[in-house]
């Protein structure tokens, strides 16, 4: 079974339409333009299938449920009316590609974060191809889409798509995104997608209604019953979704997929879903292919190599990472940053090692977290000091450079983007934007109320939310105001910020990229004073050290040797506050 085994396929002379509603005992396809009521044929595994002829690309169709109910195709590739309107017959094959590419090497890739709607005014595939330049100029080599599946109303982060075959229609037809993609690799920049497979949206999502069996209440996640995985009628669930993932990289030319929450993707099954779409996706193109995960239990078995090459998972957001860096600037303690405060063993680990937890206890979350990663490469991991997650989920959405101190974000800028971990950007870091990033949806009636609600009672149990009128202040996400704050003010921009930006992702480009593929595991830690450390990577006969006092006083550190790469603040005999060397001993 293809990516294309349901959905309305184009054929000579018509469309062939296939849908899997074991649920059902009668379907029909239903033709928007003139009412006409097509039935479709069943098999015994709940397949519908039919040929209709005389029509084809722009095609507007709904199935018809036994019960007279209208809904849109789950395989839809654009939905010109919402997730509640008819499906549209596209031709996949109708772009005309004008790049020859080859991908890119993980070794290279400075990733960039994007929200297609906020990162230009306009908000759409068309307007992100117009600054892509920009990302070029900057050192970027490979942006990160946030999830474009299609999503109910005209603005969400786009973790609540519901039919996740079809690129929102807010940021444009599919084509515009082939042509994005397109203008990218003319750049030399890599593209990939964020993706869901965890749970679908709470709104628009008909599958329940005429295929139960895609869920099953055998598991449980946070947003209730879970995907079906590895229960009875499974097959046609995982077939749904690594076709999917399929189809991403096979019709739209990406180079990769980030995967979102996969701890949350549960499948007791003899092969795991994910394993079985990793081997899949790569045997599916011979170009480089980088698949990235977002994993809360910190599981180093999805990332093994065999030699460097990823068996399965290319890498690893690393939220570790994130978290002491974050703590070392704000001193911020609570919530999850409770268990990241003071810390300097976590701080060396996570800049040596990947995962800072390994095993230990996390007090906040109320138990173990990880297991060791300290036999993989630093390219397993993804760096970063923001992103849409760490963010968004603050209560006002504010960037880390408006709590942090300049001091400290040219130090913790200087520090990540010179790792040998893979450096991640988020949209607008570069030039210290200052637009929030809060949470924002567009739903209706009740749901919307609930959201509301929700939102501001989930920040009840922090002390400086315990006040009502403190939490009315939260942002409504469901206000069009809240995501027009989080658009990107591209006339403001911090012209000596982007500069430092550039020169390290130069310096990194120069310096570091070249010992990655000497660099076969962690590196070796050693704790200075508080927030103040000493990391060495061997390659080959090469060593890349990196000192780093990451507080507020100078912190005496053994003297350099070899030759300095990077200094920034005062890297004399001690080092001043804030203050980061790199240095490379070359034998």
């Known amino acids: 079974m293809t990516a294309a085994a349901q959905g309305a396929t184009l054929e000579a002379g018509g469309v062939r339409y296939r849908l899997w509603a074991p649920g059902c005992d009668t379907l029909s396809v239903v033709l928007e333009a003139d009412g006409r009521v097509i039935a479709m044929e069943r098999d015994v595994d709940g397949f519908f299938e039919t040929f209709v002829g005389g029509i084809g690309v722009g095609t507007l169709y709904r199935y018809r449920l036994p019960d007279g109910m209208l809904v849109p195709d789950p395989a839809s590739r654009y939905q010109p009316e919402d997730v509640h309107g008819p499906s549209e017959v596209t031709d996949p094959a109708s772009y005309r590609w004008r790049t020859d590419w080859h991908g890119r090497d993980w070794d290279e890739v400075v990733l960039y974060e994007l929200h297609v709607g906020a990162f230009t005014p306009e908000g759409t595939f068309r307007a992100a191809a117009d600054k892509l330049d920009h990302l070029v100029e900057l050192g970027v080599t490979a942006i990160e889409i946030m999830p474009i599946a299609d999503f109910p109303g005209a603005r969400n982060w786009g973790y609540d798509g519901v039919l996740p075959y079809a690129p929102d229609s807010s940021y444009g037809r599919p084509d515009e995104l082939k042509a994005l993609v397109d203008a990218a690799h003319a750049r030399g920049i890599a593209v990939l997608l964020d993706v869901v497979y965890n749970h679908f ?61 996969v701890h949350a993707i549960i499948d007791d099954g003899d ?48 939220d570790d990472m994130h978290h002491v860096l974050h703590v070392a600037a704000t001193h911020e303690r609570t919530g999850y940053y409770a268990d990241y405060e003071g810390d300097t063993e976590l701080l060396g680990r996570a800049l040596a090692e990947g995962f ?214 005062e890297c004399d005999a001690d080092l001043g506050p804030w203050s980061v060397r790199w240095t490379l001993e070359t034998a």
């Open 201 to 261: 949206g709470p709104d628009g999502n008909y599958l329940p209604v005429y295929a139960p069996q895609f869920f099953t209440d055998r598991h449980e996640t946070p947003w209730g019953a879970a995907i079906n995985y590895d229960g009875p009628h499974a097959a046609p669930v995982r077939e749904f979704v690594i076709g999917n993932a399929l189809y991403w990289i096979a019709e739209f030319r990406l180079d990769g997929l980030r995967f979102d929450a």
């Open 271 to 318: 092969r795991h879903l994910l394993d079985e779409l990793a081997e899949r996706a790569r045997a599916s193109v011979s170009r480089p292919l980088h698949l990235l995960l977002e994993n809360e239990d910190n599981d180093p078995v999805r990332l093994a190599r065999s030699g460097r090459t990823p068996v399965h998972y290319t890498a690893q957001w690393n």
């Open 356 to 569: 800072g937890y390994q095993g230990q206890m996390m007090p906040y979350r109320g138990s173990a977290r990880g297991e060791p990663s300290a036999h993989l490469p630093p390219g397993a991991f993804v760096a970063f000091i923001q992103n849409h997650d760490q963010v968004g989920n603050r209560a006002f959405g504010e960037r880390l450079g408006t709590i942090a101190s300049p001091e400290a974000m040219r130090a913790l800028a200087a520090t990540y983007l010179l790792l040998p971990q893979a450096p991640m950007l988020f949209m607008g870091e570069e030039w210290g934007a200052r637009q929030p990033f809060p949470f924002f949806c567009d739903f209706e009636g009740d749901l919307a109320d609930a959201v509301r609600k929700g939102r501001r009672e989930e920040f009840a149990r922090f002390p400086e939310f315990q006040d009502p009128a403190q939490r009315d202040r939260i942002p409504d996400p469901l206000a069009e105001a809240t995501f027009t704050s989080a658009k990107l003010d591209w006339s403001v921009i911090d012209e000596d910020h982007l500069a430092h930006y550039r020169s390290l992702i130069a310096a990194r480009r120069q310096h570091v990229v070249p010992l990655l593929p000497g660099i076969a595991g962690a590196g070796q830690a050693v704790v200075v004073d508080h927030s103040a450390v000493v990391v060495t990577w061997q390659s080959g006969a090469d060593r890349l050290v990196l000192a780093a006092n990451l507080s507020d006083r100078p912190v005496g550190f053994p003297p350099a040797q070899g030759r300095t790469i990077w200094a920034e603040g």
